[in-house]
Structure formats: C-alpha cells, structure tokens
Nanobody, 123 residues
Framework: QVKLVDSGGGLVQAGGSLRLSCAAS????????VSWFRQAPGKEREFVAT????????DYADVVKGRFTISRDNANYMAYLQMNTLKSEDTATYYC????????????????WGQGTQVTVSS
C-alpha cells in the first residue's frame, strides 16, 4: 500500500515561489509515476505535472509550463513541485498522486493520493 503525504503549501504574493513536497511510503517508489494535480473551489481536479518512475521524462500542463518544475528523489521516496512566478489563478489545493498507469494525465488513473496542501496566491 502506497501512502503519500504532501506539504509545503501556503500564502504567497503573485510573482513569488513555493516548493511542494510529497513524501511516499510503502510500495517501491521507483516503480510508479508521480504527478501533481490541483483543484480550485467549484472546479474539476486538473493535471499539473507528472514525472516518470525513472525520473527521465516530465510532462506539464500548458498553463504551468516554464514556471513549474517537477522532480523526484527515488532514494529518499520524495517528489517535489517547484512553483515560480505564481499567479492568482494558481490558487488551489494541490495533490500529489501515484500511478502504475505510466504517462497518464487522467486523475481517474491514479490510485494513490496525498491529502492535499493549500496554495493561495494573492494579487
């Protein structure tokens, strides 16, 4: 059983940066893809970024490309989302998720989820 705990959210001004962390336990961390999703009030959960199990391939939603960077440390069972040049529209609850369905952006394909961490960007 894979357990994910995400952290690092907070309140930041527009243009600022935050780094989210996802601590994993259980399973073999290097065998599944890790992604970040976000959900704003009244909106559907949306894909943000994903990184392959090996760490060799990343994919980003167009709205965050060039501003966000996903990474992982397989040895320490950690994944990260570095968020730069934050905008008010980035305000949401952010979730890390793990999947054995490699390379997917669909949240329905993700079996394991963190509890969520709130990111609020003030303009």
């Amino acid at each position: 059983q894979v357990k994910l705990v995400d952290s690092g959210g907070g309140l930041v001004q527009a243009g600022g940066s935050l780094r989210l962390s996802c601590a994993a336990s259980g399973g073999t961390f290097s065998s599944y893809d890790v992604s970040w999703f976000r959900q704003a009030p009244g909106k559907e959960r949306e894909f943000v970024a994903t990184i392959r199990w090996s760490g060799g391939k990343e994919d980003y939603a167009d709205v965050v490309k060039g501003r966000f960077t996903i990474s992982r440390d397989n040895a320490n069972y950690m994944a990260y989302l570095q968020m730069n040049t934050l905008k008010s529209e980035d305000t949401a609850t952010y979730y890390c998720a793990a999947s054995f369905a490699y390379g997917t952006r669909r949240y329905q394909d993700y079996e394991y989820w963190g509890q969520g961490t709130q990111v609020t960007v003030s303009s």
